[in-house]
Nanobody, 130 residues
C-alpha cells in the first residue's frame, strides 16, 4: 500500500525558512497533482499549495503567496514545500496529499479541495515562534 511520508518540520523563529519534503513509501505510483495542506489546533484543514505532476503548474493559497514555493522532483517522486519568511500564524501540522485519480478530481485538487486527494501523509509539525 502506498503511503506518503513528510519530513522537514520543526521549530523556527519568525522570519526563518523551512523546506518540507514528501515522498511515497511502498510501491511507486503516478500522481496527477500533489498538494500541501495544514491544520492548526482548533481549526479546519486548509489548502496551502498544489503542483501538477506533468507540467509543474503551481497554485497557492493567498495567505502564503510570495512566501512559499512548491516544486517536485519527478525522478525521486518527491514534492517539496519551501517556506520563507515564516510567521507565527503558519504554525500548524502540514500534510502532503496526492491525487492519483485525475480526471474530474484534477481541477478540484489544484483548486485546493481536500476531497479530491486520495493519498495523505501523517503530517509534520511546523512551529514558528515570535
Amino acid at each position: 500500500q502506498v503511503q506518503l511520508v513528510e519530513s522537514g518540520g520543526g521549530l523556527v523563529q519568525a522570519g526563518d525558512s523551512l523546506r518540507l519534503s514528501c515522498a511515497p513509501s511502498g510501491r511507486t505510483f503516478s500522481m496527477y497533482a500533489m498538494g500541501w495542506f495544514r491544520q492548526a489546533p482548533g481549526k479546519e484543514r486548509e489548502f496551502v499549495a498544489a503542483i501538477t505532476w506533468r507540467r509543474g503548474n503551481t497554485y497557492f493559497a493567498n495567505s502564503v503567496k510570495g512566501r512559499f514555493t512548491i516544486s517536485r522532483d519527478n525522478a525521486k517522486n518527491t514534492v517539496y514545500l519551501q517556506m520563507n519568511s515564516l510567521k507565527p500564524e503558519d504554525t500548524a501540522a502540514y500534510y502532503c496529499a496526492g491525487d492519483g485519480r485525475g480526471r474530474t478530481y484534477y481541477d478540484r485538487a489544484v483548486a485546493g479541495d481536500p476531497k479530491a486527494y486520495d493519498y495523505w501523509g501523517q503530517g509534520t509539525q511546523v512551529t514558528v515562534s515570535s
